[in-house]
Structure formats: C-alpha cells, structure tokens
C-alpha cells in the first residue's frame, strides 16, 4: 500500500525558504504517478502548489510558480517542496500527494505537517 | 481558475439520517473531473468519489456522488459514526486545480 509521510521544520522565518519532503513507501517513486503538494492555511480552503513526475517535469500552480521549485530524489524514494521568500501567509499544513495524471485527483494523500512562518 | 463553493457550512445531523453535501462551481467542470474527500483531524484525506460519481474500490456505497456542469452534491445515506468529519470536493477538469473550502459534518 502506497504512504506518503512529510518532513521539515515546523517553524520558518520570514522571507526565508521554506522546505519540506515526501517519503513514499510501498511503492517506487519511478513506477508511476505525479507527485504532488497541496497546502491548507488554517481556516481556510485546500490549496494545490505543484506536481513532478519520476522523469523531472514540473506543473504549477501561477499563482506560487514564482517562488516554487518541487523535486524528486529517486535514489531516496522522496521528493521535495521549496518555497522562496515566505511570509505568514505561507503558513499552512502542507500536504504530500500522489495523482495519476498531472491533471488528476489524488489518490493517495500524507497526514500532513504544519508549518508556522514567524520570527 | 475554477472557483468551488461548498454549502452547508457545518450541518449537524445524527447517525443514521441522511447527510447531503454541495458543491457548486464558477464555471463547468470539463468532464465533470469533480471528487470528494473526507479529511478527519491528524489523518491523511481519503478519496471517496471521483468523476463526480465514481466510487474507488472500498468505498461504502453509503456514499454517493450525482451531478454535472457547476452543481455537483455528496450523498452519504445513512451517517454512521466514523462519517462525522470534513468533506471537499476538487476539480481536475482545468490547470490550476482547486479545491471547495470544504464542509464540516457534526454530529447533533
């Protein structure tokens, strides 16, 4: 069965870079699927921030394209999230996922992990 | 971008009665890419219908999804217990792919 578990420093400055992995078990990053993140700012709606797949092409979202930069670590099974130049309102719980289809739902989701933009 | 809108905002039902959830989009959703997840505190959201009504293999079929163009709706038949939770649905039919602000289900 296909886990997806998130890791990173719960605690960001401002105008730092924010960075966070994905740890996939059970499957090989390779086989398949776009690997995907997808954040929620507290009390307010899901957000999606990018996909990758295994091959290195990248999808998204204009609104954060500017300051995102997702990865993969194919030797490692993971792949990475790295936001430029954060403010507050980066502050959300950040959710690894994984799709079939660049354009897809997900089906497969990690628990996510919160993380606070502050000085 | 597609815009979702999810209503009602927190319905309070109990076990056993009939939940149903909308959403309802800015613009049509291409071929209906419409799904549903359900999200309990500390848990990795769960797929529970896709294609607007599409259910993936070990869904309860206590969950029902109908709809087309911009208004799409959850039915969960009966609650049980484990369903109190949130609910949002995403489009997949167009780049960026959005998400309803979701719908949190109580319990009365």
């Known amino acids: 069965q296909l886990q997806l578990q998130e890791s990173g420093p719960g605690l960001v400055k401002p105008s730092e870079t924010l960075s966070l992995t994905c740890s996939i078990s059970?499957?090989?990053?390779?086989?398949?699927?776009?690997w995907g993140w997808i954040r929620q700012p507290p009390g307010k709606g899901l957000e999606w921030i990018g996909s990758?797949?295994?091959?290195?092409?990248?999808y998204y979202n204009p609104s954060l394209k500017s300051r995102v930069t997702i990865s993969v670590d194919t030797s490692k099974n993971q792949f990475s999230l790295k936001l430029s130049s954060v403010t507050a309102a980066d502050t959300a719980v950040y959710h690894c996922?994984?799709?079939?289809?660049?354009?897809?739902?997900?089906?497969?989701w990690g628990q996510g992990t919160l993380v606070t933009v502050s000085s | 971008e597609i815009v979702l809108t999810q209503s009602p905002g927190t319905p309070s039902l109990s076990p056993g009665e009939r939940a149903t959830l909308s959403c309802r989009a800015s613009?049509?959703?291409?071929?209906?890419?419409l799904a549903w997840y359900q999200h309990k505190p500390g848990q990795a959201p769960r797929l529970l219908i896709y294609?607007?009504?599409s259910r993936p293999t070990g869904i309860p079929d206590r969950f029902s999804g109908s709809g087309s163009g911009t208004d799409f709706t959850l039915t969960i038949s009966r609650l049980e217990p484990e369903d109190f939770a949130v609910y949002f649905c995403?489009?997949?039919?167009?780049?960026?792919?959005?998400f309803g602000g979701g719908t949190k289900v109580e319990i009365k």
């Open positions: 990758i797949y295994h091959s290195g092409s990248t």
């Open positions: 996922a994984a799709s079939y289809y660049p354009k897809d739902k997900f089906d497969y």
């Open positions: 294609a607007a009504s």
């Open positions: 613009q049509s959703v291409s071929s209906n890419y």
């Open positions: 995403q489009q997949y039919g167009s780049s960026p792919l959005t």
């Open positions: 059970g499957y090989s990053i390779s086989s398949g699927y776009y």
